[in-house]
């Protein structure tokens, strides 16, 4: 159908460490999908909150406007809302009243069928010393990749 758009929050595996993995669908309207796919979108600031009517939606996650939009075009920051099993809906709930976890997402993309998918996680803020840990491993594995090269 279309190509694959696969958005994702690089930041999010850094600051936080990850509990639970969910994948939600995301309701848009017309212009905001041509955007996604156009690959004009960005959750790199973003989080998940529960209304009051027990409704999780994703806030500052930013679709810039179509270009090609007329007046019925969307706003770029705007609330939208996520549609998961009632079940998961009640269990993320549940835990995020817990202290200290939070519901961030992880990725953005259109699946086969080119619907706009929202891959969530349920998180619990890192440590500064969680974060030094992180990047020691990440420079150790870039130089063991860079010995393994040179070698060949």
């Known amino acids: 159908m279309q190509k694959t758009v696969n958005i994702l929050n690089k930041r999010a595996r850094f600051d936080y460490e990850i509990l639970e993995n969910y994948s939600a669908g995301i309701v848009l309207t ?7 796919r156009l690959g004009k979108a960005q959750i790199a600031d973003s989080f998940c909150e529960f209304n009051e009517r027990h409704e999780l939606f994703v806030i500052n996650a930013s679709i810039e ?17 996520l549609l998961l099993n009632r079940r998961e809906l009640k269990s993320l709930e549940k835990s995020v009243q817990q202290k200290g976890l939070t519901i961030v997402p992880l990725r953005l993309f259109t699946n086969e069928k080119g619907f706009a998918k929202l891959d969530i996680a349920l998180c619990r803020g890192k440590k500064t010393y969680d974060k030094r840990e992180s990047l020691k491993e990440q420079d ?13």
């Open 65 to 81: 406007e179509y270009a090609f939009g007329n007046t019925f075009n969307h706003k770029a920051k705007s609330e939208r809302k």
């Open 30 to 36: 017309g212009t905001e999908i041509k955007s996604i």
């Open 140 to 152: 150790t594995k870039r130089d063991i990749d860079r010995i393994k090269k040179a070698y060949r």
